[in-house]
């Protein structure tokens, strides 16, 4: 392959409920920081000013935060997964793509935490012998993710071999 | 059958069942008994004011034969449930006192069979056999036989080592590398030497404190150097923490590489070394993945290079282990460091591949980051200067003045240690700041990529790759190589895995 290449974007996006999903998330957060100092503030009389000022500061970070970023990495996060590979791209500013060749996955998991459930969401991840970490993939529909554990698992337990 | 002749080294048997070594509970009764009366003779001279000598010693003795006793015992009870044996297909270790636990490696899954052997553990001709699979998931991975006899450690190694062959070749096969004497010079030039001399300070300190001693030992330094200024004290006191370093990193090397022999045995990598505490590790073939020619700063101004083996299963450095297991030769001439590598990996392609420069915008995303650092560290003095006092300000410049060069310094070396190339069954990376790491990874053992990019990368048209492999720590990086290059270079090193997911730019 000559000429000027890149990476084209895996072929399939996570679901559209994961942008509300990480919108949830981060407003939780804001929630919860911004009530904890509220009550500091209302406990705590002489630092009232300053740490009415850093609620003020949370917010003008944590809300456009909350905003921004969500969308920004349901354009990023991607999938693919073909009969030779597993292709993942994540992030939103600092982005980052992983490619496991099938025939070198060890396990593959689903999860989903309380927040995930809420939005019928799953994560999978696949790990291979690499102690660098494994591929996760973020925000798919709950039969989807299942539908993929159960094909990754498949394939991999055709597989013989310690896959190091 | 070699089974069999391992088998006869124990009385009780029952199908193979095979017991370890009895005299482990001679050692642990010892080991115990030393370090307790290596905790009881400052107790005993602290108190010698208050209590007579006697008394306290008198009493430090009992409770070090009662509590050397219990360990005594609790270890003749382990040793007693404690039994193990090699069949034809598995190793097995099984534990069967109110806890019941078995252990079983099977024997094609073998690959690694260290031995080591403490000086206590010497003398008693005994050594600890530690049987691994090459898996990575901790110790479940492992069998360990602790201890067993020093002779029946070595026919376990070499049986379980072997496969087909049941006509072992004689002890000792071809050497790869064996000590030179003249490798000493390069021990000292180490972070060990300003480590160690900085401990022993803290040492006398320490003991001089258990003594209650420490105001005579001021004292006495300052008759000593009675007529010295500040400044030639403070060089006298840098003076004897670097001799002392230097004495002490050159024992640590005696200690660790004495009798080093690099060989290989069967196909395997056979590495032996050690005085007091002797070690024997053996690499199965199958399991090397590459090798890493490391040069530190020291070494590399003196024209030095160590060599790491990148392979599966390697058994994590403990706080027992000075240096990691997977270093196969220590500082050496880089010639032989070179020939090593070469020798081991089958190939020249850790040294001798010739590596791509990276891009100009890697140089000066270095020093931008040197630059930032600087910078942060002025105003973050300057800031306190101008809340505090006068003299952080002054601070804050000397500062910048002098960390810039450094820094700046740093980035471009940093830039200059940055290569990546191609060999033919090998990649190569290179990088490091201070040490400089050439790594030679086979291209069949890379067992994914990782592609990241921020968003100063995209810009500059720069990628990070990482290889990432079962081996070792687990992935490989070529830092900030040009977008086009990297991909082209990924693509080709495993042919079939990233080309799918390539695209032609419009």
New interface residues.
Partial sequence: ?E??????P?RHRVDPRAVRYWMTGEAISNVVVAAVLGVLAWLIEPARPWLLLAVGVALLVGVPYMIVMPLWRYRVHRW?V?D??V?TRT?W?????????MS?IQTVDTARGPLEQAFRLSSVTVT??????PLKIKGLDHEVAADLAQKLTEVTQANRG??? | MTVASVAQASARTEEGWRQLHPRTVWVTALTIAGILAGLAVPIVIGMAGDVPIWLSGVVALGAIALVSGVAALVDLMRWRYTTYRVTDERVELRYAWVLHKLRSVPRERVRTVDMTANPLQRVFGLAKVTIGTGQQSGEHSHVTLDPVDKTVAEELRRLLLHRDTVVASPPGGPEIAALSWRWLRYAPISVTTPILGAAAFGAVMQVSDWFKLQGAVFHAVRQLFGGLSVVGLVAVLVAIGVAVGVIGSLGLFVEMWYRYRLSREDGNIVMTRGLLTTRSLSLERRRLRGVEVIEPLGARLAGAARVDVIATGMTKKTDEDKTDPKTILPPAPYETARRVAADVLGSPAATATAVIRHPRAALWRRVRWALYSVAAVAAALAVLGWLLTDVLLHLAWISAVVLTPVAVLLAVESYRNLGHGLAKDHLVTRHGVGARRTAALERTGVIGWTITSSPFQRRAGLLTLHATTAANKGAYPVYDVATNEGLHFAAEAVPGLLTPFLEHEN
Avoid: C, V
Avoid at chain 1, 93 to 101: D, T
């Fill in positions: 392959m000429g000027q290449i890149r990476l084209r895996p693919e073909t030779e590979a292709y992030g500013l600092w982005q980052e793509w992983r490619i496991a060749p070198r291979t012998a690499s102690a660098a970490g310690d896959a190091t």
